[in-house]
């Protein structure tokens, strides 16, 4: 049933992987050059791409599409709650790479996270309390078939 809560709490961790995409996750200053981390690359202030972030893009692809593909899995809450916790770990996986460019791919740099360096963990509970809502009806209906 796609009316229950952990939809709800499903379609925010896809609305907030979204948000990436528009916000800087990090503004690096190192040895008097201005850097942006997003989700796509390290660029300095002249347009000039530094490195390249395809592993963090396809990482926040894979769970976006996830959370969406887990909604339309209702009939099947084992399957939904194991996606749940592989769509955790992708998160896990966006901090550590968001992490990995952010501080060791530029020498003695300041780091200034922006607002999609705090993302991750927003998805990160948002995937939690679905997963929780899902096992909640599990527990339920399996209460139920024990009364029949």
């Given at each position: 049933m796609i009316q229950r809560i952990q939809?709800?709490?499903?379609?925010?961790?896809?609305?907030?992987?979204?948000?990436?995409?528009?916000?800087?996750?990090?503004?690096i200053l190192s040895q008097g050059e201005?850097?942006?981390?997003?989700?796509n690359d390290l660029t300095n202030v002249s347009?000039?791409?530094f490195t390249t972030a395809y592993a963090y893009t396809g990482v926040l692809g894979i769970s976006i599409v996830l959370n969406i593909l887990t909604i339309f899995l209702y009939k099947n809450r084992t399957l939904?709650?194991?996606l749940c916790?592989?769509?955790s770990l992708l998160v896990i996986a966006l901090v550590g790479l968001s992490a990995y460019f952010a501080y060791s791919v530029l020498p003695l740099a300041d780091?200034?996270?922006?607002?999609?360096a705090f993302i991750p963990f927003i998805m990160f509970i948002l995937?939690?309390?679905a997963r929780n809502g899902i096992r909640r009806d599990d527990k339920l209906v399996r209460?139920?078939?024990r009364i029949r």
């Amino acid at each position: 049933m796609i009316q229950r809560i952990q939809t709800v709490w499903l379609i925010l961790a896809s609305i907030a992987g979204s948000l990436i995409f528009f916000f800087p996750i990090a503004d690096i200053l190192s040895q008097g050059e201005k850097y942006t981390l997003d989700f796509n690359d390290l660029t300095n202030v002249s347009g000039r791409v530094f490195t390249t972030a395809y592993a963090y893009t396809g990482v926040l692809g894979i769970s976006i599409v996830l959370n969406i593909l887990t909604i339309f899995l209702y009939k099947n809450r084992t399957l939904q709650m194991r996606l749940c916790v592989y769509n955790s770990l992708l998160v896990i996986a966006l901090v550590g790479l968001s992490a990995y460019f952010a501080y060791s791919v530029l020498p003695l740099a300041d780091v200034a996270l922006g607002v999609s360096a705090f993302i991750p963990f927003i998805m990160f509970i948002l995937n939690m309390m679905a997963r929780n809502g899902i096992r909640r009806d599990d527990k339920l209906v399996r209460s139920v078939d024990r009364i029949r």
